[in-house]
């Protein structure tokens, strides 16, 4: 590897810890201010023009990053804040499951093994067979640095999430890090999303298209079939909207089914 590509995907690793740092910062204080309005309605409005201002600056910070870096960060973080609890579990936890998404841009499917991530494997189950992820957009695609199409929020926005967070599984499938932190995501791999915390994982969740250097933090539960993954890799040729490397695809991904189901 050129010692140029060496730090254009050091400069990406790097941009994206500053910015799940602040992220994490503007969601705290997205939550303080939301304690301030549950105690006096009065002030609701002020309130409430002091989170998007809040959420703007963290954007714009974002945005600087993105430029000075020049490469895309890693997946979106989901909703970090756990408020109800875990759906019980009802898969076969010795059982290897389906999860078949139709979309807009062609059907994808990829195969999930219980055994070694049973607790992202039942919540996804459990969110599918109550529709949660129907008629919902692939809101995020990246183009440099690494290569993932993101799905699974239903805001659309990189922010939302099933009210619960999901624990870390199988971090130690794809090896060891090496030197810079990083282990390979091979094109098909399908992981979970995360703010960059532990245990923090939701209903997000992204399609590798490409080879794809992260650090070992995201859960891999899941394998595209091959069919699959040359849909999700015509999204990433078609790029994102407006030429960017980080953002909304330029060919749409709207999920309009998704089915989970035994092997």
Do not use: W
């Not at 140029?4 to 997205?30: D, G, H, V």
């Not at 002030?43 to 714009?60: I, M």
């Not at 069919?227 to 309009?256: F, H, M, N, R, Y």
């Amino acid at each position: 590897m050129s010692s140029s590509e060496q730090r254009r995907r050091q400069l990406a690793r790097e941009k994206f810890e500053r910015q799940q740092k602040r992220r994490e910062e503007a969601r705290r204080r997205t939550r303080r201010i939301t304690a301030i309005v549950a105690a006096s309605v009065a002030v609701v409005a002020v309130v409430g023009v002091s989170a998007f201002v809040v959420a703007g600056k963290d954007d714009d910070k974002d945005k600087k990053s993105d430029a000075a870096a020049g490469q895309s960060p890693t997946p979106e973080p989901s909703e970090s804040e756990s408020k109800a609890p875990l759906p019980a579990m009802k898969i076969d936890k010795k059982a290897k499951y389906t999860m078949s998404l139709t979309t807009s841009q062609g059907d994808i499917g990829f195969s999930m093994d219980a055994a070694k991530t049973p607790q992202t494997v039942n919540s996804f189950k459990a969110l599918a067979d109550k529709g949660y992820f129907d008629d919902t957009k692939c809101h995020r695609l990246t183009t440099q640095g690494i290569f993932v199409l993101q799905c699974g929020d239903p805001k659309g926005d990189g922010t939302g999430g099933p009210g619960y967070n999901i624990p870390d599984e199988n971090l130690d499938a794809l090896g060891k890090a090496g030197a810079d932190g990083t282990v390979v995501y091979p094109p098909g791999t399908v992981a979970m999303a995360n703010t960059g915390q532990p245990n923090s994982g939701g209903s997000q969740f992204f399609l590798v298209y490409k080879e794809t250097k992260l650090p070992p933090t995201y859960t891999p539960f899941g394998t595209m079939d091959d069919a699959s993954l040359k849909a999700v890799q015509k999204v990433g040729e078609a790029g994102v909207e407006g030429g960017a490397g980080d953002g909304a695809p330029k060919k749409a991904v709207t999920i309009e089914k998704v089915s989970v189901e035994k092997d």
